[in-house]
């Protein structure tokens, strides 16, 4: 089975512009969390998603939003592009139970770039 | 909200050695995982473990909830056992996932 995988692998952007990140997750999985990871940190918790409705929200202003498609796909958007907003997006996925909190697997990750 | 601290922040082995990584959490937690990041940032699931004590080859953890912390135990290291290790709880309120700062782990041959 294929694991979680995102797209695109890189990205660069400018100031200002907006961008859109895809993750499609583990098949059977239901849920999709994002994350961003500057570099030399640990990764930060944007999302989660669960059949389509936001679960948990972390502490990111609101040019972050994100999205769940009834295939369990999802995207992140982030508007207004600043140049801290330059790291590793990690997607997860994880849970084919709604009730339990689940091991969460993965993807590969999109580096974005904003110049 | 839940603070999750690992220690050592930086660690050099030699090839061979043996060595313990802390993970220290604030509040109750639903769940912990640990992962191993590679230099292509790939995250590699360790152990999913929120409680008690499993073991994997070379490695083993152990989580004791009612203390709040956990142990990542890595024998005989490899070179390529190198990269950066990480421990995530997730936190009883909501639906969060709080990672640590991360242990770097360099395994000198």
């Known amino acids: 089975d294929a694991g979680v995988t995102q797209s695109p692998t890189h990205l660069i952007k400018t100031r200002g512009q907006q961008v859109t990140l895809r993750c499609s997750p583990i098949?059977?999985?239901?849920?999709v969390s994002w994350y961003q990871q500057v570099l030399g940190q640990g990764p930060q918790f944007i999302f989660q998603?669960?059949?389509?409705?936001?679960?948990g929200r972390g502490n990111f202003p609101d040019r972050f939003s994100a999205r769940q498609f009834p295939n369990y796909s999802s995207e992140l958007n982030v508007n207004a592009l600043l140049l801290g907003d330059s790291a590793l997006y990690l997607c997860?996925?994880?849970?084919?139970?709604?009730?339990?909190?689940?091991?969460?697997?993965f993807g590969p990750g999109t580096r974005l770039t904003v110049l | 909200g839940i603070q999750v601290e690992q220690s050592p922040p930086d660690l050099i082995l030699q090839e061979g050695a043996n060595s313990t990584l802390r993970c220290n959490f604030s509040?109750?937690?639903?769940?912990l995982q640990w992962f191993h990041q590679n230099p292509w940032g790939q995250l590699i699931n360790l152990f999913y473990?929120?409680?008690g004590t499993k073991q994997n080859g070379r490695l083993s953890a152990t989580t004791v909830a009612t203390e709040r912390y956990s142990l990542l135990y890595i024998s005989s290291s490899q070179t390529t056992d190198s990269g950066v290790y990480f421990c995530?709880?997730?936190?009883?309120?909501?639906?969060?996932?709080?990672f640590g700062a991360g242990t770097r782990l360099f395994v000198k041959a």
């Open positions: 997860a996925s994880s849970g084919i139970l709604a009730t339990l909190y689940n091991e969460q697997f």
């Open positions: 098949s059977g999985h239901k849920s």
């Open positions: 998603y669960y059949e389509k409705e936001e679960r």
């Open positions: 509040d109750s937690v639903n769940n």
């Open positions: 473990i929120p409680s």
């Open positions: 995530a709880v997730e936190d009883t309120g909501g639906f969060k996932t709080i």
